[in-house]
């Protein structure tokens, strides 16, 4: 039964990446210790190759994290609440028929005295 990636807490993923790093390393680190065998460099093109596809890969990684994670912020800033503060006396609130005495909802009114 296939699991859904609701509640996951991303340990799979990150697994699958470290498996997908190691494995893509190793297999060009092979092909380039059989460019040294073949042609008798050893250990410079298993060494050269490898450092380069360990450092791509990386890279690649990183873009991927940075996407995602732009993608996440915008998310969240499409989810927050507006940046209003306070009320707008226009429409959010209604004056009272009356007030106690000496108070006012001018803006005017509470400067002059």
Same mark, same amino acid.
């Given at each position: 039964? *296939? +699991?859904?990636?609701?509640?996951?807490?991303?340990?799979?993923?990150?697994?699958?990446?470290? #498996?997908?790093?190691?494995?893509?390393?190793?297999?060009?680190?092979? *092909?380039?210790?059989?460019?040294?065998?073949?042609?008798?460099?050893?250990?410079?093109?298993?060494?050269?190759?490898?450092?380069?596809?360990?450092?791509?890969?990386?890279?690649? $990684?990183? +873009?991927?994290?940075? $996407? %995602?994670?732009?993608?996440?912020?915008?998310?969240?800033?499409?989810? %927050?609440?507006? $940046? %209003? +503060?306070? #009320?707008? +006396?226009?429409?959010?609130?209604? $004056?009272?028929?009356?007030?106690?005495?000496?108070?006012?909802?001018?803006?005017?009114?509470?400067?002059? *005295?």
């Amino acid at each position: 039964m *296939a +699991r859904s990636a609701v509640g996951s807490d991303g340990s799979e993923d990150g697994l699958a990446k470290a #498996i997908e790093i190691a494995l893509t390393f190793g297999l060009f680190v092979a *092909a380039g210790f059989g460019l040294d065998y073949w042609l008798g460099t050893a250990p410079w093109f298993m060494l050269s190759i490898g450092l380069v596809v360990f450092i791509l890969k990386l890279f690649v $990684e990183w +873009r991927r994290y940075a $996407e %995602r994670m732009q993608a996440h912020e915008q998310e969240m800033a499409s989810n %927050r609440p507006s $940046e %209003r +503060r306070g #009320i707008q +006396r226009d429409s959010d609130l209604d $004056e009272p028929a009356s007030l106690p005495t000496g108070v006012s909802l001018d803006v005017d009114a509470d400067s002059s *005295a």
